[in-house]
């Protein structure tokens, strides 16, 4: 892969991990993240207005893609409810990049295997940042496995859907839009209505972290339109590392270890992929 396929999916890792500090601190997850889907949706409007339209075949793939992330997102919520955030994170993420080569190669992405080997390492890593001394419940842990299938799914759907759009910003844009929109309305199905109180501090905090949200799915869509799906997602994935840096500087986290040698094996793969 070039450099800037990698530089690409390096900072979506880093968003990724950012965006999820916001969730993780905010009271109501399943609110804070249906608000950071309106900053997705006012955000993407004025993209959507500028760009071309996407073909009918592309619309196919957008739609898919936004009814697979809201159900990502409700998934998402009941692991956490049901387990600790810093195991049941690292098996919903680990679970991801072999799931996407899989789906890359089933789709006629061909991989070489020092890319497979970086896949597999980055994988292993992150799954062994889910062991300490008190396992998650086996409801989280399928709660998580779910969701990363699901995460996989939607990924191979984007990393084909993107070549079907004659920009990846009007992609981006477009499943942004549609999946704030669907979760918003999965979010009055289930809780009868949405309030957001601007004078609120997690109103703030929630759109700001969908910013941040809307900024690293785009990038991840420009870098799947550069390269294949398997080794960018697996980049992506560090973002369990950069998530544990984060809440060791600002959340006060301990790093032991294990976590800093599941580390070394996620950054390790990360080069061998780079390489």
Not at 3 to 16: D, R, Y
Not at 71 to 80: G, I, Q
Not at 134 to 147: D, E, F, G, Y
Not at 245 to 252: D, E
């Amino acid at each position: 892969m070039s450099p800037t396929v990698i530089a690409l999916a390096l900072t979506a890792a880093v968003l990724h991990a950012s965006w999820n500090a916001f969730l993780r601190s905010g009271a109501d997850r399943l609110w804070s993240i249906t608000v950071m889907g309106v900053t997705g949706i006012v955000c993407a409007i004025p993209v959507m207005l500028w760009l071309p339209l996407p073909t009918p075949t592309g619309f196919a793939y957008i739609a898919a893609s936004s009814i697979l992330q809201v159900a990502y997102s409700l998934f998402l919520v009941a692991a956490y409810r049901h387990g600790d955030l810093s195991q049941v994170y690292p098996v919903v993420r680990g679970s991801v990049p072999l799931l996407v080569t899989l789906g890359g190669v089933l789709t006629g992405q061909l991989l070489a295997p020092e890319q497979l080997l970086g896949v597999a390492l980055i994988a292993l890593g992150i799954m062994s940042l889910s062991l300490g001394k008190v396992r998650a419940p086996t409801s989280s842990i399928l709660w998580a496995l779910l969701t990363g299938l699901i995460i996989a799914t939607y990924a191979t759907v984007d990393s084909n859907g993107v070549r079907h759009v004659s920009d990846p910003r009007a992609y981006a844009a477009w499943v942004l839009f549609t999946y704030g929109v669907l979760l918003i309305l999965a979010y009055l199905v289930m809780r009868g209505r949405l309030a957001i109180d601007l004078h609120h501090r997690e109103t703030w905090k929630a759109l700001g972290g969908g910013i941040f949200v809307l900024i690293a799915y785009g990038v991840v869509i420009i870098a799947y339109s550069l390269g294949p799906a398997g080794p960018i997602t697996a980049i992506r994935e560090t973002s369990v590392v950069f998530a544990m840096l984060i809440g060791r500087l600002f959340l006060g986290e301990t790093l032991t270890p294990r976590r800093v040698i599941a580390c070394v094996i996620v950054a390790a793969g990360a080069i061998v992929i780079g390489r």
